[in-house]
């Protein structure tokens, strides 16, 4: 077993240039929801400099973000804005911190932001710059001119307004080695699954593909250097140990866009990495969750893996139709996404995925082969069948050639888009509103989510809970409660499709299908309960035997 020390850093100190004299914080807002490695790595970059840094919620109310913001007189106020439907949060709370007498500095960073600060200065009209893709040099820079108080206009990487127009500096190369970055700082508390903890972390940045629909890939292309970086698996499997014995972390969650697995450079990655958490004596020990195409699916490399803690592996599959997957550029086959499925059952790994029923390019025999896909890969109940409708966000190649086709509509904020057929608005618009009124994917009461969630758990049992017993009886439970939640949805959309085909509704009611949600939901919660309650001696003596339930 190698022998790491404790604490464990591998990035080195900031250099003297940026070293902090300033009494004034730095403070960061942004959404803390899961964890939110983009601020922490910000954070840490700015505290290792010797800058102190606050980090708040945005999801806080608004007073009492003013109220901390005014406590703190910060040097620089920076915005982590995820999404674009975000931009009215943002924009008012900035308008409410001046009002309250903020006139530090305000920059904002994150993929929309990067990818059109022009929008984004013209929606937040109080800031004063734009840090643009990956921001850790950027923002040391800038809260160090601040902090000196000198000229910040020429820094690398912002873009800011001038004379009314918005100038856009040249861009800072990606960073070129991740492992000279400083852990990320994870000041909130840890996500539990039956006390167990967990915490995400990243083993690389960027993506090699370039899916039309997603804005990742831009991200990652527009700013100058490598595209994908992976760190030293040993300097992951450190970060993992040093997580695991100091904040007695068992469940990692993998954050990477793609986790390296594809071709053999990335395969070997992978396999290096395994060989680190055997001998790092975390292999039994821990659980492991990642995101990965279906190409990447490997029989041989994911049974390694599994058995060195790998439980839940997370696919964005997006299409059941030839067609679809063209337009969304997966530069993959339906096949492929059929034969990745079947390779994880017959390894007995669970998965969940992404999926987009409806994408620009839909029509009925489209969709009725997604219907079709969905029950070939999920009909058996191994997961919730899952669903969305396709989104043009900004950057993406999709959404220049909606443009270009004059069949984008909606706002900067809520971008939509025409389908080719009208009986396909008409048929999502009524798919879309029986199923979320119904609870089926958005909500707390939800229940697909619900669903996964309790397979989630069934699979954290079996790996870090290794004395529970009667775990088959209760998965063939769940995975009949699964079949019939899945059976409901595939009737629904069937029949949706059968209506509209002929220009009428499917004939279901929001009421029938809410009620027969809320029947399945009870029977899983009853069902999931039932079988934990059984097992809390042996749940509560593992935790013990952990140190993790003190007695």
């Given at each position: 077993m190698r022998n790491f020390p404790l604490p464990v850093t591998t990035a080195p100190r900031a250099d003297s240039l940026h070293s902090a004299h300033t009494q004034q914080p730095v403070l960061l807002i942004g959404f803390l929801n899961q964890g939110n490695l983009g601020l922490g790595y910000l954070a840490a970059t700015l505290r290792q400099a010797g800058y102190r840094v606050d980090i708040l919620d945005i999801e806080q109310d608004v007073a009492s973000l003013c109220q901390a913001a005014q406590a703190l007189r910060p040097l620089l106020i920076g915005f982590s804005?995820?999404?674009?439907?975000?931009?009215?949060?943002?924009?008012?709370?900035?308008?409410?911190?001046?009002?309250?007498?903020?006139?530090?500095?305000?920059?904002?960073?994150?993929?929309?932001?990067?990818?059109?600060?022009?929008?984004?200065?013209?929606?937040?009209?109080?800031?004063?710059?734009?840090?643009?893709?990956?921001?850790?040099?950027?923002?040391?820079?800038?809260?160090?001119?601040?902090?000196?108080?000198?000229p910040w206009h020429n820094i690398d990487g912002i873009a800011y307004r001038q004379d009314e127009r918005v100038r856009m500096n040249p861009l800072r190369p990606l960073l070129p080695d991740l492992d000279r970055l400083p852990y990320p700082d994870r000041e909130y508390e840890a996500e539990t699954i039956l006390g167990q903890r967990a915490m995400p972390l990243i083993a690389s940045r960027g993506c090699a593909r370039t899916c039309s629909f997603c804005s990742i890939h831009t991200f990652y292309r527009q700013a100058p250097g490598k595209v994908v970086r992976t760190r030293q698996p040993v300097h992951v499997v450190e970060e993992m140990h040093h997580l695991h014995h100091t904040r007695g972390i068992n469940i990692f969650l993998f954050q990477d866009d793609d986790f390296p697995l594809y071709g053999k450079a990335w395969?070997?990655?992978?396999?290096?990495?395994?060989?680190?958490?055997?001998?790092?004596?975390?292999?039994?020990?821990?659980?492991?969750?990642?995101?990965?195409?279906?190409d990447a699916v490997d029989a041989a490399l994911f049974t390694e893996m599994r058995a060195a803690g790998l439980y839940l592996v997370y696919m964005g599959l997006e299409s059941g139709s030839e067609h679809g997957l063209q337009t969304l550029h997966k530069q993959i086959d339906v096949e492929q996404n059929r034969r990745?499925?079947?390779?994880?059952?017959?390894?007995?790994?669970?998965?969940?995925?992404?999926?987009?029923?409806?994408?620009?390019?839909?029509?009925?025999?489209?969709?009725?082969?997604?219907?079709?896909?969905?029950?070939?890969?999920?009909?058996?109940?191994?997961?919730?069948?899952?669903?969305?409708?396709?989104?043009?966000?900004?950057?993406?190649?999709?959404?220049?050639t909606l443009e270009a086709e004059g069949r984008i509509r909606g706002d900067i904020c809520n971008p939509d888009y025409d389908f080719l057929e009208p009986c396909i608005e008409s048929l999502y618009k009524e798919v879309h509103e029986l199923t979320s009124m119904a609870g089926w994917v958005h909500g707390q009461?939800?229940?697909?989510?619900?669903?996964?969630?309790?397979?989630?758990?069934?699979?954290?049992?079996?790996?870090?809970?290794?004395?529970?017993?009667?775990?088959?009886?209760?998965?063939t439970n769940l995975r009949s409660i699964t079949r019939a939640a899945n059976q409901l949805l595939f009737t629904l959309l069937e029949d949706a499709c059968q209506g509209h085909e002929f220009g009428r509704t499917s004939g279901w009611s929001e009421a029938d299908l809410g009620e027969r949600c809320d029947r399945l939901l009870e029977h899983l919660l009853h069902t999931r309960n039932r079988f934990i309650a059984s097992q809390q001696h042996e749940l509560s003596k593992e935790l013990h035997r952990t140190g993790l339930l003190v007695a």
């Open positions: 804005l995820i999404f674009q439907f975000y931009l009215p949060r943002f924009a008012a709370l900035a308008e409410r911190l001046r009002d309250h007498d903020q006139t530090c500095h305000f920059t904002i960073g994150g993929h929309f932001p990067s990818l059109n600060p022009t929008l984004t200065l013209e929606h937040i009209p109080h800031l004063d710059s734009v840090v643009r893709f990956e921001g850790e040099q950027t923002l040391l820079e800038l809260t160090s001119r601040l902090d000196k108080q000198q395969q070997r990655w992978a396999r290096q990495f395994v060989a680190e958490l055997w001998r790092s004596g975390l292999a039994g020990r821990i659980a492991w969750k990642i995101n990965c195409r279906a990745a499925v079947a390779l994880l059952k017959q390894i007995g790994m669970m998965f969940e995925f992404g999926f987009m029923l409806f994408d620009p390019s839909s029509t009925l025999p489209g969709i009725r082969d997604n219907i079709s896909f969905l029950k070939d890969i999920v009909g058996d109940g191994s997961a919730a069948a899952v669903f969305c409708r396709m989104i043009p966000y900004e950057g993406t190649p999709i959404k220049a009461r939800s229940l697909a989510p619900n669903i996964n969630w309790a397979w989630n758990e069934l699979a954290i049992i079996r790996r870090l809970f290794p004395s529970v017993r009667h775990s088959r009886r209760y998965e």
